[in-house]
């Protein structure tokens, strides 16, 4: 192998077989590992199974590797395996003596990693006889994904997109509606939710939060119909280790082992499914890697948030989950990357850094475009605005290791391409693009709005 | 290898040693070869040379490989080989028995193939002491693909858009600022061409011919500056058939060689790129495999233009040269394949197809977007309106062999994608997309402001 190689590339038949269960190698009490029904209407089952145990069972118990569904697999061999990047360019024009290491998740049509869970929930939906699935989408990643994973499965899609980005990126909406999807912007009047949200406040952003609990009100008028989501669940994060376990081999390819992984943090899924499986690697070989994850300011729940019980959504109708979480209130500024506003951690990721085996950082809007500029400029990818969190910190990262005069090895993940976020860019290169951060007392007024979880019994 | 492969996919190492000169296995005249400079002023070597010898050189004789500089295929590593995709559910979709591949040129950060020939004429313009490239770009992917080369390179940029594209596709205009390039809107106010125009017809939509008159005089006004195109040059097409020499190996890997090769066609690059590399196979092997050029019904330039000497353009400043034309003042209506507007056909293209050793056909607007949106939601990658036009050639002869029973081996080129083309898709999808064609009458008028070529000498 060449001393100067850029990319490490896999064969189809490389694809993993098996997804990672962390649940294997974190030690997550059983009542965390689970959600508890949040309203009498669901104990009482009206609402349940929303989710198939076929789904479900592999992401609660304890069994280290879930094999991935041969049709799942086949999917996924049309555009799997995705590459590894040398970011040789990157690391000239910061002038570190670092490797810099970014998988690259963007170059399937969905744009984004989101595709890995949005096929395997829609076969494992479609083998329980769903024929059509709802869900809520933020910048609208998700939904291309669903969208895209429903027409190759025959599925009907309804997608709820976040109204500020419904506004702001119309092109994802084209890709959805090209997928045959039905497009809604949230909140709207289709729903109860919605139609209370615009009497309160007419001029709402929206938020992902917002658009699942109209997603998860509409799945129930229509035949055989299921709300899904993008991330946050076990099993969500669980279908993304798909990411880390190509990663590991890769990184093994190029005779390496990295010092950090990073990777930006929406309610998790990008993050687990690049660390977590170096999480376990790090449990077998000792190594003292850091594992990054990486939030807007306008966002900022692991690193200001509270490790506490919480629902999903805005209306409370959701399960409660133990995560770390700004309050199931919060509605974040409307910074550009959406799909970073939600307002909770997936309970994997919580539990992980409860225990310290992780860490956060949060940044504001225009360093992480400048570095998302610079990383288009150097490695001819641009990156989208929650990506571009990630690239900020290896970024971050790499010039202490040049203070340091650090061989330091960095792996990142660049989740999604920012092609369909260019308007956002045009902002930046003109000056315009805002600042966003939170006030202290906006995340108390939230957090003092979160549910009492005493009454609800403990479902373990 | 299992029966099942999608993605032929190579490693870097693989990416060619050498560029393919068709002039060693086509029999062109020394005049057509060469351009003729065209007024008193180029005769003169004001003008001259615009193009550095060593760029030129590699393209004018009979020499059959031209090695590809190292610098040149360091870049190329940093993202070529492309893959070669069976399009194994677009097979299934269309129930047909012929095996359908495709080149996947989309993949980089500019969007298409154009980046193949913009890092190489960077780089020989670079060494030539150039330090200012000015062009002229239809829908944007040349321009894009020229900026991120200048901007790897150290090289100023600046940049005509067709107006029409400019308003159309402001996400590629985006793209350019983002990698430092001046783009400017034409025709506009900065040249005497573009202000020429402007007052003659204030609402001009723009055209490629029009944009290069403009890059043309304002190269002549900046230090070190020079003008240079994306298509058409003999030197362009040679840079492109890396594209087919890939596409060899990866078919042998598949172990089929195409019965039919098939490209959209603007002036003949993205054509040449794929196709020439095969017929030098087909006239070694025997093999009588047909190439086929797509063009659009609004600029049909081999199915119903001349072969004929004729300016490059609009303003004829450029050197005459003998090709399929539908006259340099032809300007097409506004499609969204803004890079197939182009009034000419590369002289190498041209002389094929004068020999009778390739074909053509034209296709109207909204049957190309219906082709490009089924291949979207099939197989997932959303064709730029240019590749469209290769899509709807490719589902017409798959369809064909379907009738015949025929399982006819089909290869065509997706030289890139159209995620910044999805305003053109909303608009198909919301059934406003305009099926522009050209009358016969438009043509002759154009033909009949052909130049009389007689008064300029022969230069071989």
């Given at each position: 192998m060449k001393a100067t190689r850029n990319q490490y590339l896999m064969d189809?038949?490389?694809?993993?077989t098996h997804w990672y269960n962390i649940l294997a190698d974190l030690d997550v009490p059983a009542d965390v590992r689970r959600a508890r029904p949040a309203t009498d209407e669901a104990r009482s089952g009206?609402?349940?199974?929303?989710?198939?145990l076929s789904l479900y069972r592999g992401s609660v118990?304890?069994?280290?590797f879930v094999e991935i569904p041969a049709e799942v697999r086949e999917q996924y061999q049309t555009w799997r395996p995705t590459p590894l990047i040398r970011a040789r360019r990157l690391e000239q024009a910061l002038e570190t003596p670092a490797h810099l290491y970014y998988k690259y998740e963007g170059a399937n049509a969905s744009g984004s990693h989101k595709l890995n869970s949005a096929l395997a929930q829609a076969y494992y939906y479609k083998k329980a006889g769903v024929e059509h699935l709802t869900t809520g989408t933020g910048a609208g990643q998700w939904g291309s994904a669903l969208s895209m994973a429903c027409h190759a499965l025959g599925l009907d899609c309804t997608v709820f997109m976040v109204r500020l980005s419904h506004a702001q990126k119309p092109y994802r909406r084209v890709l959805m509606e090209l997928n045959g999807a039905r497009v809604i912007p949230s909140?709207?009047?289709?729903?109860q939710a919605g139609r209370k949200l615009l009497a309160d406040s007419p001029d709402s952003a929206g938020s992902v939060s917002i658009a699942n609990a109209e997603a998860l009100e509409y799945a129930?008028?229509?035949?055989n119909g299921r709300f899904c989501v993008g991330s946050g669940e076990n099993h969500v994060l669980l279908h993304q280790t798909v990411i880390g376990e190509e990663a590991l081999r890769q990184m093994k390819a190029a005779g390496e082992f990295p010092d950090v992984v990073i990777a930006s943090m929406g309610a998790g899924s990008n993050f687990a499914g690049l660390a977590f499986p170096f999480h376990r690697e790090k449990l077998r070989s000792g190594a003292d890697t850091r594992l990054v994850a990486v939030e807007p300011e306008a966002c900022?729940?692991?690193?200001?948030?509270r490790y506490a019980w919480d629902y999903n959504d805005i209306s409370g109708t959701t399960p409660m989950t133990k995560m770390y979480t700004l309050g199931h209130t919060f509605v974040a500024p409307g910074?550009?990357?959406?799909?970073?506003?939600?307002?909770g951690a997936a309970p994997l990721v919580s539990a992980l850094y409860d225990q310290g085996l992780m860490e956060a950082v949060a940044y504001r809007q225009k360093p992480v475009f400048e570095a998302g500029a610079f990383f288009a400029r150097t490695e001819n990818v641009v990156p989208a605005p929650e990506s571009a969190h990630a690239v900020k910190a290896a970024i971050d990262e790499a010039v202490k290791a040049r203070e340091e005069r650090s061989p330091k090895v960095i792996l990142f993940n660049?989740?999604?391409?920012g092609l369909l976020d260019l308007s956002a860019y045009d902002q930046y290169l003109a000056g315009d693009l805002e600042d966003h951060a939170v006030s202290d007392e906006h995340i108390a007024a939230s957090l003092a709005a979160l549910p009492d979880p005493g009454p609800v019994g403990v479902t373990s």
């Open positions: 189809e038949d490389d694809v993993p009206k609402l349940a199974p929303n989710i198939p118990g304890r069994q280290r909140p709207g009047g289709t729903t129930q008028t229509v035949a900022p729940k692991l690193t200001k948030g910074v550009h990357a959406g799909g970073l506003r939600y307002h660049v989740s999604g391409h």
